[in-house]
Every structure is written in C-alpha cells, then in structure tokens.
C-alpha cells in the first residue's frame, strides 16, 4: 500500500547536523531554523548552534592543535590536497546545493572549481611558509638570532554569506595550512555546502576537532568568538561592519588578533597564511 494518501507525497527535508570533534552531533539546544531555496520554499533544516556547542567546538579544536602543527608540513600538505581531490571527486553534489541556494548554474560550476583549486594551492604551501617567511636576523652580540612563523593556536573563522562554499574554504584554508585548528561558523542562510565540506574533511585524513563547521546566527555567536579565553584568532569576511565592530570589541578584552577581510577577498595568498601565524624569534649563542 502506497504510504501517501493522495497523488503528492510530502517530501522529507534533510537536517544538517554540526561537526565537532570529528562527529556529527545535533544541537545540545535542540534548536533548527528553515533553509529555504531560491524560491523561498522550505528544502532543509540547519541545526542553530548555540554558545555550548561553541565551546565544544573550542574545546576540540584546542585539543587537536597540537598534534596537527606537531604533523610534518608535508603531511598536512598531502591531506589538504586530499580534501581537494575528494571535493573534485563530489563536484556534482556541491554544484546542486549551490543552484538550490541561489546560484546559475554557470557560477556554481565555477565556484566549486574555484573551492578545489584554493586547497591545492594552500596545499602547496604548507612546506613552503615557513622558509618563505623564516629569516636570519643581524645582531650585534655572538648569538645567532632566527625567526620563523608558528601557528597561533585556534582560529575563529565566520564565513561570509556570498560564495558560500568558497567563501568558507578561503577563510580555514590557509589557516590550517599553517598548522592551526579551526571553528568556523556557516553562512547563516546558505549553510549546506559548509556541512557537506565537513563530511569532505571527515574522510579525508584530516584529525578529529582540527576543522569544526557550525552552522547557526553570526548576531548570536560572533561575540562568542572574539570573547572566548582559548580562541587565538577570528578571521571575519562578512559584509557587516557592525558585527566586525562587535567581534573587535570582544577580541580586545583578551588582545585576540582580528583579521578582517573583504567578502570578495578570496584570491589565494600566502600571506593569508601569516594572518593566523605568530612570528617567533630564538637567539642562540656563539661557542667562541
């Protein structure tokens, strides 16, 4: 017997969960809001992150850092360039969750390829950075004095609601390429890609808790992310220039570095990378 009673049947929406610590967990608040395709129709549910879950996300980021910066620079390259290839491989997924949310057809395809390409280059530079930005420095006593870039810590990374896949990429891209670990928080409107790049990471070798992918409100939770004792960066790329403010305003409490950038500033750069990397210097004396 057909389980519909009529000639249409009801659809059931997909509800995109979080990802912390290498799960996918719901809500602890039990909290979801409508994601409504282009048509303003109802085609999911996103799950609305609340200050817990940050702190779970936090908390799990903080624990994985280590072991990720610990990695060789080659083998966070080879794992980055494996969510490359498994995006590429997913390309067709993608390109439809886009045109859902919005966008041509044309614009989808370009913006995925877009997605792909900006992981290869970051990883790419993942053992190229630190001799890149390292030097020898002058000093007039008999000491050797050398700097060289260190990951910060945990970034906060609040995507921007244009290009919503790419727009996420570009911001934790070159932050784990230098060895950070990250929470970042969806597009609040466009969030499906942000969910299904996380299911990219999670079989893509990449350690539990080094990337979480919340998907909720950035009036809610960006304070959250510039206050927060054990976030050591945000990287903010909305177009909002009050909630910029507020995060500044939080971040100042506990002197978090603030990286401010353009909606559209998505070009590749390895001074992205330097944005979320703390330059260390060591004196080392001369045996005479």
């Not at 395709?37 to 109802?42: E, F, T």
């Not at 530079?125 to 060289?148: A, G, I």
């Amino acid at each position: 017997m057909s389980a519909s009673t009529g000639d249409a049947r009801i659809d059931v929406m997909k509800t995109y969960k979080l990802y912390i610590g290498g799960k996918f967990p719901r809500t602890e608040s039990g909290r979801y809001y409508v994601v409504n395709d282009a048509d303003g129709k109802a085609m999911a549910n996103a799950s609305l992150a609340s200050r817990k879950d940050f702190r779970e996300a936090v908390r799990a980021a903080r624990g994985a850092q280590a072991g990720w910066a610990g990695a060789s620079a080659y083998l966070r390259g080879q794992i980055l360039y494996r969510c490359a290839e498994m995006l590429a491989g997913r390309a067709a997924q993608f390109e439809s969750e886009l045109v859902a949310m919005g966008a041509d057809a044309t614009s989808a395809s370009k913006e995925v390829a877009d997605a792909v390409d900006l992981l290869v280059y970051y990883a790419g530079w993942c053992d190229k950075v630190t001799q890149v930005f390292s030097s020898v420095n002058p000093v007039s006593s008999s000491h050797f004095n050398f700097s060289l870039p260190e990951p910060t810590g945990v970034v906060g990374a609040i995507a921007p609601a244009e290009q919503p896949l790419l727009g996420l990429v570009a911001q934790v891209s070159p932050a784990l390429s230098g060895g950070n670990a990250c929470v970042a928080l969806a597009a609040e409107e466009r969030p499906l890609c942000a969910i299904s790049f996380a299911e990219v990471v999670h079989s893509s070798d990449v350690p539990a808790g080094v990337l979480n992918v919340l998907t909720g409100s950035p009036a809610e939770l960006a304070e959250h992310f510039g206050s927060h004792m054990d976030v050591n960066a945000v990287v903010y790329a909305g177009a909002d220039p009050e909630l910029a403010k507020a995060i500044a305003a939080a971040a100042a409490g506990n002197v978090k570095r603030v990286v401010l950038r353009s909606s559209q500033d998505d070009e590749p750069s390895p001074y992205h990378i330097l944005d979320t990397q703390e330059i260390k210097t060591t004196w080392h004396p001369i045996e005479r």
